[in-house]
């Protein structure tokens, strides 16, 4: 049915073509969109971003940027830092823009990517054509579950006609906030940027990928990496990414490695595939995850991944992409870092792990979804204003 419909797509984070420094799930959603626009028409709203133009084309999608800008951060982050104002303002920017858009084009079907803003702007009020939600991952594992909080994100899920989660677990907190139909969709990485890199470094380095946050275990890391330099000669480790967790995490593991780390902040696309092929195993250990886009960027690039348990990723590294251990564990995670630096893992064999989560792959699961919502009658549940 493609090109033979329109569709709208909102969504908080539109990299722009070269990437993204605050985001890798935004990087890698560029790349689905870009993958829906070979085979679809229609329009895309996202926020302003710095240096990237508010007029945009890709293929049969075009792109509009609407005010005001973006957060530099993540949404979480900003909030966080008590950036409530300019959260606001941005949501209610992509709400207006969102149902000014449905007012005045004909659209057949609309897809939003996160559930706040962009699923409460496409559901706020009931939309008059199907809605398809993608949460990929904070905005049901961080925010879904409050009891109090909680509450405008379980409407979306209880108005969108389907909802996307990329894991089991996200499944799981979507049926139970209250979507009507939930279908599991995959995160991917993006092959032009995460291409396998062969050899892997002699020397014991660790990489880090992602929010530094609590959230995402760095803490727990920092304990793991000092139980580990006196007994691992050479040790050195290097970040990507930034977070209101980053000073504490970088004064433990730099007083850990004295001369020996690195912390790069945010860096685009490019710079993390570079980081990861110099380091010989990668390590993500979240306390809570979906499917994790740096997990699977780090497997792509052909390095071993020690992760903790938790998250859809988990059950492509125990096929031979790395180590799991305990959420929290400092040891186990110690002890896990220790053996990959000394394997022997084939870069090529971790790679073929996930070379199905590619862009084309994911986008042709959210068009045959397109396929199926228009092909039948709507079924419309009651749901409460």
Same mark, same amino acid.
């Given at each position: 049915?493609?090109?033979?419909?329109?569709?709208?797509?909102?969504?908080?984070?539109?990299?722009?073509?070269?990437?993204?420094?605050?985001?890798?799930?935004?990087?890698?959603?560029?790349?689905?969109?870009?993958?829906?626009?070979?085979?679809?028409?229609?329009?895309?709203?996202?926020?302003?971003?710095?240096?990237?133009?508010?007029?945009?084309?890709?293929?049969?999608?075009?792109?509009?940027?609407?005010?005001?800008?973006?957060?530099?951060?993540?949404?979480?982050?900003?909030?966080?830092?008590?950036?409530?104002?300019?959260?606001?303002?941005?949501?209610?920017?992509?709400?207006?823009?969102?149902?000014?858009?449905?007012?005045?084009?004909?659209?057949?079907?609309?897809?939003?990517?996160?559930?706040?803003?962009?699923?409460?702007?496409?559901?706020?009020?009931?939309?008059?054509?199907?809605?398809?939600?993608?949460?990929?991952?904070?905005?049901?594992?961080?925010?879904?579950?409050?009891?109090?909080?909680?509450?405008?994100?379980?409407?979306?899920?209880?108005?969108?006609?389907?909802?996307?989660?990329?894991?089991?677990?996200?499944?799981?907190?979507?049926?139970?906030?209250?979507?009507?139909?939930?279908?599991?969709?995959?995160?991917?990485?993006?092959?032009?940027?995460?291409?396998?890199?062969?050899?892997?470094?002699?020397?014991?380095?660790?990489?880090?990928?992602?929010?530094?946050?609590?959230?995402?275990?760095?803490?727990?890391?920092?304990?793991?990496?000092?139980?580990?330099?006196?007994?691992?000669?050479?040790?050195?480790?290097?970040?990507?990414?930034?977070?209101?967790?980053?000073?504490?995490?970088?004064?433990?593991?730099?007083?850990?490695?004295?001369?020996?780390?690195?912390?790069?902040?945010?860096?685009?696309?490019?710079?993390?595939?570079?980081?990861?092929?110099?380091?010989?195993?990668?390590?993500?250990?979240?306390?809570?995850?979906?499917?994790?886009?740096?997990?699977?960027?780090?497997?792509?690039?052909?390095?071993?991944? /020690?992760?903790?348990?938790?998250?859809?990723?988990?059950?492509?590294?125990?096929?031979?992409?790395?180590? /799991?251990?305990?959420?929290?564990?400092?040891?186990?995670?110690?002890s896990a870092i220790r053996a990959e630096l000394a394997s022997t893992r084939d870069p090529s064999a971790i790679r073929r792990l996930v070379e199905p989560y590619t862009p084309a792959t994911v986008a042709g699961r959210f068009t045959d979804l397109y396929d199926e919502l228009l092909s039948e009658p709507r079924a419309r549940a009651s749901v409460a204003a």
């Amino acid at each position: 049915m493609g090109g033979h419909r329109r569709i709208l797509i909102v969504t908080t984070n539109l990299a722009g073509p070269g990437g993204d420094e605050t985001s890798a799930a935004g990087n890698m959603y560029r790349a689905v969109i870009e993958e829906i626009g070979r085979r679809e028409s229609g329009l895309v709203l996202a926020p302003r971003a710095a240096d990237l133009p508010d007029l945009e084309r890709i293929d049969g999608l075009h792109v509009l940027r609407v005010r005001p800008r973006r957060p530099a951060e993540s949404l979480e982050d900003a909030l966080r830092r008590g950036r409530v104002i300019r959260v606001g303002g941005m949501a209610w920017g992509l709400w207006r823009a969102t149902r000014r858009a449905m007012a005045e084009e004909r659209f057949d079907l609309a897809h939003a990517f996160w559930t706040f803003p962009a699923g409460w702007a496409c559901t706020h009020p009931r939309a008059e054509i199907p809605v398809i939600l993608t949460a990929p991952g904070t905005d049901l594992h961080g925010w879904s579950g409050k009891r109090i909080a909680g509450a405008p994100f379980r409407s979306v899920l209880q108005r969108a006609d389907v909802v996307t989660p990329c894991g089991s677990d996200g499944v799981e907190q979507a049926e139970a906030g209250g979507a009507r139909s939930v279908v599991q969709v995959p995160v991917a990485f993006d092959p032009r940027v995460f291409r396998l890199a062969g050899r892997v470094p002699d020397r014991p380095v660790v990489a880090f990928v992602g929010r530094m946050t609590r959230a995402k275990g760095v803490h727990v890391l920092g304990e793991a990496l000092a139980r580990l330099a006196p007994t691992v000669p050479g040790l050195s480790f290097v970040a990507c990414g930034d977070g209101p967790d980053r000073e504490a995490f970088e004064q433990a593991v730099r007083a850990a490695l004295p001369g020996r780390s690195m912390f790069l902040g945010a860096v685009p696309p490019e710079r993390v595939a570079e980081t990861l092929a110099g380091a010989r195993v990668a390590v993500l250990p979240s306390f809570g995850e979906g499917m994790s886009v740096a997990a699977i960027e780090a497997m792509a690039t052909g390095r071993a991944l /020690v992760t903790t348990d938790t998250g859809e990723h988990v059950d492509v590294v125990r096929r031979g992409g790395g180590s /799991v251990v305990p959420v929290g564990d400092a040891d186990a995670l110690a002890s896990a870092i220790r053996a990959e630096l000394a394997s022997t893992r084939d870069p090529s064999a971790i790679r073929r792990l996930v070379e199905p989560y590619t862009p084309a792959t994911v986008a042709g699961r959210f068009t045959d979804l397109y396929d199926e919502l228009l092909s039948e009658p709507r079924a419309r549940a009651s749901v409460a204003a």
